[in-house]
């Protein structure tokens, strides 16, 4: 398999919005940006994206096949067996990863950190396997990163703050309409759009945080942008609308994180993840986000 190819079958260009999750989950429970754990714990997570876009790719080469037989398994890039084989070798050495990053006093792993990657580990398999024609597939992608959050918290503290499951909350949000999109994506139209009514909780939630932080309120705008930029394109609906749209909101991700790590007084991790927005949109003309 040649580098190019392993890089698109992971999806790398969207690796910025996993680290910016782990900040999230990292610093609202107590951790900082000098913490040694920090890039071990981005490393780990990021194994555990990687992994999963390659084990997407291999459970869907039937559909790939005829929906989208350019993707690397059915256009005889590489075999379904060698992509199965990387991807669960990748989520099991995320999980080592995530076990060295959880140690406590003790020398012992966390075990809610343990079970909270179990459980990604779990719910990533799960997605891939069964998202398509899966009514509930958009909630499953959502705990997917939901459980980045958890991780990374409980690598850090015993207990998760309330910040922490409120962030988790909008951001499963989030991942519910634009994974409601993506389930559109090979189509040339999106059905009901009542699912896209999640998107407005983050910025609901931006809403109350930026209130009592001010510093909120300038990555909560772009936000606001990235979310009427999407919209805009879904009702538009001209050809490469969707994709745009999806990307774009996987990109968001990481500004949803900045709107939470400023609403908690944490403005460089914040700034950060703004640069992590951008970073991700210039890796995506690069190497596909879908």
């Not at 080469?61 to 037989?69: G, K, M, Q, S």
């Not at 994974?179 to 994506?185: D, L, V």
Request: net charge positive; proline share 6%.
């Amino acid at each position: 398999m040649t580098l190019s190819l392993a890089l698109r079958l992971g999806r790398i260009s969207n690796l910025p919005t996993v680290w910016t999750n782990v900040l999230v989950g990292a610093l609202l429970a107590g951790g900082s940006l000098a913490d040694a754990r920090l890039p071990l714990l981005m490393l780990a997570l990021s194994l555990f994206y990687v992994g999963g876009m390659f084990l997407n790719d291999a459970f869907d080469r039937d559909f790939d096949a005829a929906h989208r037989p350019e993707r690397p398994i059915p256009s005889g890039q590489v075999s379904a067996r060698e992509v199965f084989t990387i991807g669960f070798g990748l989520l099991t050495a995320g999980m080592l990863c995530v076990a060295w990053a959880s140690r406590t006093a003790d020398g012992l792993p966390a075990w809610r950190a343990l079970a909270a990657a179990a459980a990604l580990g779990g719910a990533i398999v799960l997605y891939d396997a069964h998202h398509k024609n899966n009514p509930l597939s958009p909630l499953v992608m959502g705990l997917c990163r939901v459980c980045v959050y958890l991780t990374a918290a409980f690598s850090m503290a015993p207990s998760l703050p309330a910040p922490v499951l409120l962030a988790a909350v909008a951001l499963l949000c989030h991942l519910i309409g634009l994974t409601y999109i993506a389930k559109q994506e090979h189509l040339a139209r999106i059905g009901n759009l009542w699912p896209l009514g999640f998107l407005s909780v983050p910025l609901l939630y931006g809403l109350v945080l930026a209130m009592s932080q001010p510093r909120a309120w300038a990555p909560l705008a772009v936000y606001g942008a990235l979310l009427a930029y999407a919209l805009h394109r879904l009702g538009r609906r001209a050809p490469g609308d969707v994709p745009r749209a999806v990307v774009t909101l996987i990109a968001g991700m990481s500004v949803l994180d900045a709107v939470v790590l400023a609403g908690a007084g944490l403005v460089l991790p914040a700034v950060l993840a703004l640069l992590a927005f951008v970073l991700t949109l210039v890796l995506q003309r690069w190497v596909s986000g879908t």
